[in-house]
């Protein structure tokens, strides 16, 4: 399974992926955790990264799929992997089956969740997660037991800052614009599948599933 998940900020990437991860064995890769994990234990790539946040800079697509690169060679790896923040935009998504194309590892599939924006903008302003362990909640789809309260661990729950409408419209926007090419890019390449994205998470698994036992 080498595939790459698509979405709006709150389609429910993030939770899809963790039920993949759990069913097939297959390492989510995101590219923020790793980035994150590099500059906590101050791997080369990780100081230079550092470097280029503090100054304010993006970190370069180079050294993304760098990080990206090294991720794949690890033992859990070995049987595909599940792409997630990356790419953002076309140029990215070249970059990366180029280096796909080296490791003789082309991507399979791109699925997208596709979710209305509107539906979106309620989705993401009624959002909490549990500081402690970092569960999900939807105060209207699929609210804790107890209010403010994580079922999983107990930890506190919290709403954060910018899941306000304001900003919400803004990301979605950005997203958009980023994003439209790069659905049509995995289209011409006959990758792209796309599920529709409200409704019950199970259907919604079961539907990723399906794409997925395809290959």
Known sequence: MRI???GAPGAGKGSQAKMLVEKYKTP???????LRAAVAEGTEIGKQAQ?????????PDAMVLGMIKDRLQEDDAKNGFILDGFPRNQAQAIALDELLETLNWPLEAAILLDVDNEKLVQRI???????????????????????????????????????NEETIR????IY????TPLIEYYQYQH?????????????????MCKIVENY
């Open 28 to 34: 989510q890769i995101s590219t923020g955790d790793l």
């Open 4 to 6: 790459l998940l698509l």
């Open 176 to 179: 958009v614009e980023q994003t």
């Open 170 to 173: 803004k990301r979605l926007d």
């Open 191 to 207: 990758k792209l599948f796309k599920i529709d994205g409200m409704g019950e998470i199970e259907r919604i698994f079961d539907s």
């Open 125 to 163: 302003t009624a959002r909490e997660s549990c500081e402690d362990c970092g569960q999900m909640y939807n105060l209207i789809s699929s609210p804790p037991v107890n209010e403010g309260i994580c079922d999983k661990c107990g930890g506190k729950l919290i709403h954060r800052a910018d899941d």
């Open 51 to 59: 470097k280029l946040i503090d100054a304010g800079q993006l970190v």
